[in-house]
């Protein structure tokens, strides 16, 4: 991004972008422009809509009930994000909203809320968790919009992953579990998810599972220290990015 | 850690550990165990000083004012953390906040909190911070506590750091700037520091110099997205940790 496009807005949009495009923002973001950042006429800003890259456009109608826009030139063109996939046991309210938003801006293609028996909190928002993912994204630079999905049972949403992909989940560290970097190493193509337990961590049933494999699952340690659910998930999701994704 | 201790209360605390050492526990810990937990006599809990590894006690009288205990058993032998360190710009109270638990959580060693051209927040209450790390310390299972530090302006905390300690700090991805698991390869042995910028980012006159290198500092890049100060925070620890650390 040049340094020029750095401190305009930047929203995502439905529409397509092209140049010469002009279209109405939602009522939303037409709140956010007017009445938040005061914006006038003829002010710049950035649109994105997960497919046509990232768009210069100029604000043409700011009204209390319209906001108007006309799309002008490419500013960063379309790219998507690595086959990395998160799946995360529901905590209370405010944790995992920032798990959502980390696991956006940390570049998940996906976040499936699961429950396992340890699980206390088995309800999720989904509209106000598809919210905390395109707001993420907006701020994040993003070109798309994390896929978020109902909340399943955890062996559920295992089956809905991309065939063959590969699971790591933490477990306390012990002798038979390796690292996740260990475990990463030597396969950059292969898709990749994380499974993040509750804070009471699995059941036991749910452990012996786990350790013998099920579903392509490799139980790994994030080091000799308990990480809380939204620290291990930054972690795991940091080190795949490094080791397997695009950084 | 046995998985019989594992429910056990976690408390640091200021006196010598050894079987048989009796002594009563600070007004707050008190509090805690008499008030929250309503722990009655002959419950165990465990105990660690930052020197003397964790160890086992028993409850010998729990009144309001006065909560006595009996060292037992050793359960842990002491370790440290791996000699990385952190100094970050003060942010928000809350944000501020969360960066020195996960700093804690994640192994470092020490927490600087640092001025910069940008920082809009430049006082911390040490106090808070402090009793930050320790909370943190008591429910991660470290030994030690983070040793927390006075803010001060980012050049005289890098001078503070332990002689030739490598400093690492997010610039902006471009073709200059290398990766920090590039950056970490192939050193294991000298100390770390990550160095984490105020949300408007550093200065021009900052970037410059921290491009030339000053003060041992190697700038690198976490990846195309732009990362909040404490997802980078907590990215940058957990890969130091993955390659040059404990983990």
Chains 1, 2 share one sequence.
Not at 132 to 137: D, L, M, P, S, Y
């Amino acid at each position: 991004m040049q340094e020029q496009y750095k401190n305009m807005p930047r929203l995502f949009v439905a529409d397509d972008l092209a140049a010469g495009a002009s279209f109405a923002l939602n009522d939303g973001q037409a709140h956010y422009l007017c009445h938040v950042l005061r914006a006038k006429p003829g002010q710049s800003l950035r649109l994105f809509n997960g497919r046509d890259g990232e768009w210069c456009a100029v604000l043409r109608e700011v009204t209390k009930k319209k906001v108007l826009v006309a799309v002008t030139e490419m500013t960063v063109p379309q790219m998507g994000v690595p086959n990395i996939h998160v799946l995360a046991a529901v905590v209370k309210k405010d944790a995992f909203e920032t798990m959502v938003q980390k696991a956006c801006e940390l570049g998940a293609a996906s976040f499936r809320p699961v429950i396992t028996d340890h699980t206390v909190v088995r309800r999720v928002n989904t509209q106000r968790m598809a919210a905390i993912a395109q707001e993420a994204a907006e701020q994040c630079e993003r070109l798309t919009v994390m896929d978020t999905h109902d909340v399943a049972p955890w062996r559920a949403a295992l089956a809905a992953l991309p065939e063959g992909t590969r699971v790591f989940t933490g477990v306390a560290r012990s002798e038979s579990v390796q690292s996740l970097t260990a475990a990463l190493a030597g396969d950059i193509e292969t898709p990749v998810a994380v499974l993040i337990g509750p804070e009471g961590g699995f059941s036991d049933a749910e452990k012996a599972e786990i350790l013998q494999g099920i579903g392509h699952i490799t139980p790994v340690a994030l080091g000799p220290r308990i990480l809380r659910a939204d620290t291990a998930l930054i972690a795991a999701l940091s080190l795949v990015q490094a080791y397997a994704g695009d950084w």
